[in-house]
């Protein structure tokens, strides 16, 4: 069988090319990252109290080698200024929920003790516009409306909530249905579909306005039952669609070997998003034992996502007509990646990763940098 290839568009990213160009250093895993509209600030939720935002601007990027024959395999990245990472205070808990709104002002973020906090001032100093309890229990995941006016919780609790923006625990409507944790939430980019998935790979599709249940999909090999711990293992632990919602992906593992935490067959799930059929089941080139934690569509037709055990971690790229993914790119620390998110220019990804730092790749080439010629006769 052929080997599956990609072609990059002209002027487009390459992920091939795909190399480090800057970390943003925390002491705690980070589990979620977004980088605002601007391209100003990347924001990021970790394993302590606070929301973290640091300033792209001061944070210092790998150079391109002037000679690729010295190239070291892996090159030193450049210490970032302590004043470029803000702290935002006002969570409980650890912070795994994280979204923006696209007015680049506001965001939205939710804790493992159940709170919601929405944030404005991005550019500034960002304060708690309002927060409150939304859930019993965690946060897992929270998701913006397309128009702003509404915010999506998936929580612990089973439940489901949508929220108005414009007031502290103004409730929209509760879709109530799933039996275990939920672990992911997402609205359709219409602005009238509702999605949420939970530990055991049911998907479901709710109407906004109304609550109601429309359908599920099922993502169910995405989980498995523990005989040894005696628990439900797995689930959906990242979600998205394309852009014109066309598509569904969902992140996760198959395989009945998977531990407690990280292990299993790393894969992602392509859905047909108007019939709920299963298209693809995207998987590495090679198996390993990791779980698929983020995805993300490119919008030059590629899909990315983030994952990894405690082993090691990687980065693979699919296109969606193959299952095997035309490029991987493994991580020199010894650490899964939690979320991935693209930047505005389309050309770089942040990946929030276990160890504690969000880590900046580009997917270019490296432009090497020719020595300044030297006119004899000068």
């Known amino acids: 069988m052929d080997e599956p290839k990609y072609v990059p568009k002209p002027d487009g990213a390459d992920p091939v090319a795909t190399r480090l160009v800057a970390e943003l250093k925390h002491d705690r895993g980070i ?15 970790a394993r302590d109290y606070f929301v973290h935002r640091w300033d792209l601007d001061k944070e210092p990027v790998l150079e391109p080698p002037t000679d690729p024959k010295k190239k070291p395999r892996y090159p030193p990245v450049p210490a970032a200024p302590a004043d470029s990472r803000l702290e935002m205070v006002k969570h409980q808990s650890w912070v795994g929920g994280l979204s923006l709104f696209s007015d680049g002002d506001r965001l939205a973020t939710g804790d493992f003790v159940g709170q919601l906090v929405i944030w404005s001032g991005r550019a500034s100093e ?35 909530r949508v929220w108005h923006t414009d007031a502290a625990e103004k409730l929209h409507q509760e879709m109530l249905g799933h039996d275990c944790h939920v672990y992911h939430v997402a609205f359709h980019p219409d602005g009238k579909g509702l999605i949420s998935a939970d530990l055991k790979g049911v998907v479901k599709h709710w109407d906004v306005e109304s609550g109601k249940l429309i359908r599920e999909i099922d993502a169910s090999q995405l989980h498995t039952y523990s005989v040894k711990y005696e628990v439900d293992v797995g689930g959906i632990r990242g979600m998205t669609f394309n852009a014109d919602g066309s598509q569904l992906a969902c992140a996760g593992a198959t395989g009945e070997d998977k531990g407690i935490a990280h292990s299993g067959d790393g894969r992602v799930l392509l859905f047909d998003w108007e019939s709920g059929n299963l298209l693809k089941e995207l998987r590495p080139e090679k198996k390993e034992v990791c779980t698929a934690w983020g995805v993300q569509f490119h919008p030059d037709g590629f899909i990315v996502a983030s994952g ?5 971690g990687f980065l693979w790229f699919w296109t969606p007509e193959n299952d095997v993914a035309f490029h991987q ?10 979320d991935v998110d693209l930047a505005p220019d389309n050309k770089t990804l942040a ?4 160890d504690g730092t969000v880590r900046l790749y580009e997917m270019t080439a490296e432009a090497i940098v020719e020595p300044a010629k030297v006119d004899a006769k000068t």
């Not at 309890?133 to 089973?158: C, F, M, Q, W, Y």
């Not at 790119?329 to 939690?338: S, V």
């Open 308 to 312: 990894g055990s405690r082993t090691g």
């Open 126 to 160: 960002p304060k708690p516009m309002f927060s409150f309890e939304a859930h019993k229990g965690s946060i897992r995941k929270v998701a913006v409306s397309p128009d702003g006016k509404l915010v999506a919780t998936a929580g612990n609790d089973g439940a489901v």
């Open 329 to 338: 790119l493994k991580f020199r620390q010894r650490a899964p990646g939690f």
């Open 351 to 354: 990946v929030a990763d276990h």
């Open 31 to 45: 589990l979620a990252c977004k980088y605002d509209p601007a391209n100003q600030f990347l924001f990021a939720g």
